[in-house]
Each structure stands twice: as C-alpha cells, then as structure tokens.
C-alpha cells in the first residue's frame, strides 16, 4: 500500500494530483479485512497449512460492498512466478463474462493463464488446454468474479455449462475455487447438489455498515475518519463526527464504494473553491448532484429530524441495472 506524504504537503500538490489521490485512495477497513480473511480461509482452510484443494466457496454482498477490492488485495500476497518449466500462477482472478456465452468464459480463463486460442480451436479441446495449463501453471486458486452473470437462471444452458466446467476443475484436486457474486449467487450454487458436494459451499457475505448496533457505528466512523485522514487537504474535515458519519451513512447506506464516489464529488468540490477541508456546504452541493430528482431533502442542509422514513434511491445495487431503485429503511432512530 502506497505511504501518503503527510497533510501539508498533500495539500499543496498540484489539483491534477490531489484529484488523483482521492481517486486511489485505499482504506485499510474492517470490511476488507473480513474479505480478505475469508478468502484466506478458504485458500488455506488450516493456518499454515497447504492450500485447499477440489472445494468451492463463496464470497456475496450487495453491489459496490468490496468484494472484488478484497479479492485483488487477497492476491497482491500471491504474485505470479517464473518456475522450471513456465510461469507459475499460484491464484488467478478471473472476471465472468457479461456476453459471449460459454465461449468467453472459456476465453477469460485461458488469456489468466496467457494460454493461445483461435477461433479454429472448438469448446472442449480449449477446455482441455485449460485444464493442463491450470495444473502447468500451479493454480492453487481460482476466483470466479461477477459469477451471477454466468449462473444465471434466464439463461440454463450456460449456467450448466459453466457448472460443469468448474466440477471438471474441482475433479483434477489441483486447485479451489472461490466465487464472488451479489447474494442471489448463494440460491445458484447451492441448488446443485453436485457443487455443493465439493467442499460444502463455505461463503463469506459481505455487509454493508449497518448504523444500528454502537459496534458498527464504530466501525463506520472510523472508516469515515480514515477517508478524512486520507483526503488532499490541510485540516481534516471532522469526517468521523457521529453527526457528519450518520448523515454519509445515509447517502452512502453504508457502502464503501458509494462513500467514495460521494467523498470524491464533495472533495473535488473543495479543491475546486481552494478550501482548506471539505466543509458542510461541500457536502450537501454533492448530495444534491447525486439525489434522486423526486426527492428534496437533504442531509448536510436539512433539519435531520425531518428525514423521510423512506428514501429512494438511485444508488446501484446490482452490476445488471446500475440504476436499479431501492426502497430502503432510513435510519429510524
Ligand atoms: N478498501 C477500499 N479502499 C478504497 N476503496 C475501496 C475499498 N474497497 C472498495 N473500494 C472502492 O469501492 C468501489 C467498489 O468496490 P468493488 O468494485 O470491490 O465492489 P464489488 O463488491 O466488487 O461491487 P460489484 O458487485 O458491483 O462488482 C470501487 O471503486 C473500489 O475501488
Ligand atoms: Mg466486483
């Protein structure tokens, strides 16, 4: 992980590069902690042990919670290595395919493993070459991202296809795999006996923050604070104040990926009026270029007591229809 020049001279970078930071900021959370925890469980079920091999596992959440972040961070500890007779690819990540059938499953797999195909080569000899390059390259691990859009019930041939596929895998004893998906992705696995019977069908669900338990409020405000404490400016904008964390929880409900988005909005905002934190004023012209047209209220300028009992919001909830609404809960407390 990258070490951050201190506040001042953060402050003091050129916008291009303040922009940047807040970008790529990485925040070392309690989420991506568990994440990473549990691929490691299931990567090495004993600590200190040897790597797992013919299970299948599951990392779910909702969308934005962290799941791939986590999977690429898990990863960075397993990089890719010249052995005696090639590279040796110790844990892979592998994204499924929003197109192109089980042809392009098949095409992801083998560009992980940089193995040739043409359009010459059919399905199953691909298959097979996929198959000796997982045991050539030493595959102890393979993560299967976005798999609720290959296990999809709309469509039952590639679903079965692809099932089938990743048995053949579990077959060899070489390797695990790990998939992650949106929660729907549990009932998909878990109605086929045969996968479930490799290795139980452990999963991790990832959470967004919940506000309503003193831990997780916690939690959040910390992560709200290590926002702050990582933002381009020279004072700190009091991020973790419960007052200020309850209402990004509100506009985030309580998810990484849109508490960044939201943070980036406010921050450019602030570098762009050349203040010294991002301030109320900051937040709540943010608020409004993301809130749902139909609604008015807003947190950083409205009596907060006046919140609605229901929002509605645009917030993507899943990697098919990013502008999926939601009626959610608001905080009723
Ligand atoms: N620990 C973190 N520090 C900083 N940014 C993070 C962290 N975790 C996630 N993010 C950011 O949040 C966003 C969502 O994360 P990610 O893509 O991992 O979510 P996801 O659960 O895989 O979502 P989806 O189901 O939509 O694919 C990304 O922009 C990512 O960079
Ligand atoms: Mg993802």
Request: charged share 25%; aromatic share 8%.
């Given at each position: 992980?990258?070490?951050?020049?201190?506040?001042?001279?953060?402050?003091?970078?050129?916008?291009?590069?303040r922009?940047l930071?807040?970008?790529?900021?990485i925040?070392?959370?309690?989420?991506?902690?568990?994440?990473?925890?549990a691929?490691a469980?299931?990567?090495?079920?004993?600590?200190?042990g040897?790597?797992?091999s013919?299970?299948?596992?599951l990392v779910m959440?909702?969308?934005?919670t962290?799941?791939?972040?986590?999977?690429?961070s898990?990863?960075?500890?397993f990089p890719?290595?010249?052995?005696?007779?090639?590279?040796i690819?110790?844990a892979?990540?592998?994204?499924?395919?929003?197109?192109g059938?089980?042809?392009?499953i098949?095409?992801?797999?083998?560009?992980?493993m940089?193995?040739a195909?043409?359009?010459?080569?059919?399905?199953?000899v691909?298959?097979?070459?996929?198959?000796?390059?997982?045991?050539?390259?030493?595959?102890?691990l393979?993560?299967?991202d976005?798999?609720?859009?290959?296990?999809?019930?709309?469509?039952?041939?590639?679903?079965s296809?692809?099932k089938r596929l990743?048995?053949k895998i579990?077959?060899?004893?070489?390797?695990?795999?790990?998939?992650?998906?949106?929660p729907?992705?549990y009932?998909?696995?878990s109605?086929?006996?045969?996968?479930?019977?490799?290795?139980?069908?452990?999963?991790?669900?990832l959470?967004?923050?919940s506000w309503d338990?003193d831990?997780?409020r916690?939690?959040?405000?910390?992560?709200?604070d290590?926002?702050d404490?990582g933002?381009?400016?020279?004072n700190?904008s009091?991020?973790g104040?419960t007052?200020t964390?309850?209402?990004?929880?509100?506009?985030?409900?309580?998810i990484i990926g849109?508490?960044?988005?939201?943070l980036f909005?406010?921050g450019?905002?602030?570098?762009?009026?050349?203040s010294?934190?991002?301030d109320?004023?900051h937040?709540?012209q943010a608020y409004?270029?993301?809130?749902?047209?139909?609604?008015s209220?807003?947190?950083?300028r409205?009596?907060?007591?006046?919140?609605p009992?229901?929002?509605?919001?645009?917030?993507?909830?899943?990697?098919?229809?990013?502008?999926?609404?939601?009626?959610?809960?608001a905080?009723?407390?």
């Amino acid at each position: 992980m990258d070490v951050l020049p201190d506040r001042a001279a953060r402050a003091e970078f050129p916008v291009g590069e303040r922009q940047l930071i807040m970008k790529k900021l990485i925040i070392n959370h309690d989420r991506l902690k568990e994440a990473r925890d549990a691929f490691a469980r299931f990567h090495f079920p004993v600590v200190g042990g040897v790597a797992d091999s013919g299970s299948i596992s599951l990392v779910m959440g909702d969308s934005r919670t962290g799941k791939t972040f986590g999977a690429k961070s898990y990863l960075g500890g397993f990089p890719q290595r010249p052995g005696e007779r090639g590279m040796i690819y110790p844990a892979l990540l592998v994204e499924m395919p929003a197109s192109g059938g089980y042809r392009a499953i098949l095409e992801n797999l083998a560009d992980a493993m940089s193995i040739a195909h043409t359009l010459r080569m059919n399905n199953s000899v691909l298959t097979n070459n996929i198959l000796r390059g997982l045991e050539f390259h030493e595959v102890e691990l393979l993560i299967f991202d976005e798999v609720q859009d290959v296990c999809d019930i709309k469509n039952p041939r590639l679903a079965s296809d692809f099932k089938r596929l990743m048995r053949k895998i579990l077959n060899l004893e070489k390797a695990s795999i790990v998939c992650i998906g949106l929660p729907e992705t549990y009932g998909l696995l878990s109605s086929d006996k045969q996968l479930v019977g490799r290795g139980g069908l452990q999963y991790a669900f990832l959470h967004p923050y919940s506000w309503d338990s003193d831990e997780e409020r916690k939690s959040f405000r910390l992560l709200c604070d290590q926002f702050d404490e990582g933002m381009p400016f020279l004072n700190k904008s009091s991020l973790g104040a419960t007052a200020t964390a309850e209402r990004l929880h509100w506009v985030s409900q309580g998810i990484i990926g849109l508490l960044k988005n939201f943070l980036f909005i406010a921050g450019s905002l602030a570098i762009n009026d050349g203040s010294i934190h991002v301030d109320t004023t900051h937040l709540a012209q943010a608020y409004d270029w993301i809130k749902p047209p139909q609604t008015s209220f807003n947190p950083f300028r409205d009596d907060w007591s006046k919140k609605p009992d229901t929002v509605v919001t645009t917030a993507p909830l899943t990697t098919h229809d990013p502008f999926a609404k939601r009626k959610r809960s608001a905080h009723a407390q």
